[in-house]
């Protein structure tokens, strides 16, 4: 196998590292009671989706 001659510096190591780092989520706002949840998603602090109540969130407190 091939090896390389002579060693790589920092920063050729550090630019090829550049795109290792995580993106985050994409977050948008719930419609009934404004909070940031995932899209797509049931809203954790007040369990709607698409205009319904889907998780009764009260009665778990």
Do not use: W
């Amino acid at each position: 196998m091939a090896n390389p001659k002579r060693r790589h510096s920092k920063q050729r190591r550090d630019k090829r590292r550049s795109h290792h780092a995580l993106a985050k989520p994409g977050l948008s706002r719930c419609p009934n009671c404004m909070e940031m949840k995932l899209p797509h998603r049931i809203c954790p602090s007040c369990g709607h989706y698409k205009g319904r109540t889907l998780i009764d969130t009260e009665s778990d407190a």
